[in-house]
């Protein structure tokens, strides 16, 4: 068994910042990639930022200069900084992670989502 447990949304007004944390947890040999996804209301779920084990980062475009995402590799958490939050950024939030458990299994897993919400 995998668990991501997220953390760390909220309400914030426009321009502020919050803090996502993401802690994977179980049956886990190695983590390849880590992850940021987001959902808004009506919309498909969208990447927002990746980091691979060796800390190559990807970000989507809307998020470049104001997001920043980083890793604990031993303890398997990853973080997303989020600074100048718009309205736009409102959406549930999902960690995920590609791992590799200890039976050799490669698969991708997903926390249960967490809530921001940028007021305006």
């Known amino acids: 068994q995998v668990q991501l447990v997220e953390s760390g949304g909220g309400l914030v007004q426009a321009g502020g910042s919050l803090r996502l944390s993401c802690a994977a947890s179980?049956?886990?040999?190695?983590?390849?990639?880590m992850g940021w996804y987001r959902q808004a209301p009506g919309k498909q779920r969208e990447l927002v930022a990746t980091?691979?084990?060796?800390?190559?980062?990807n970000y989507t475009d809307s998020v470049k200069g104001r997001f920043t995402i980083s890793r604990d590799n031993a303890k398997n958490t990853v973080n997303l900084q989020m600074n100048s939050l718009k309205p736009e950024d409102t959406a549930v939030y999902y960690c995920?992670?590609?791992?590799?458990?200890?039976?050799?299994?490669?698969?991708?897993?997903w926390g249960q989502g967490t809530q921001v919400t940028v007021s305006s």
């Open positions: 980091i691979t084990s060796g800390g190559s980062t």
């Open positions: 179980g049956n886990i040999f190695s983590i390849n990639a």
């Open positions: 995920n992670a590609d791992l590799r458990t200890w039976l050799g299994v490669r698969q991708t897993y």
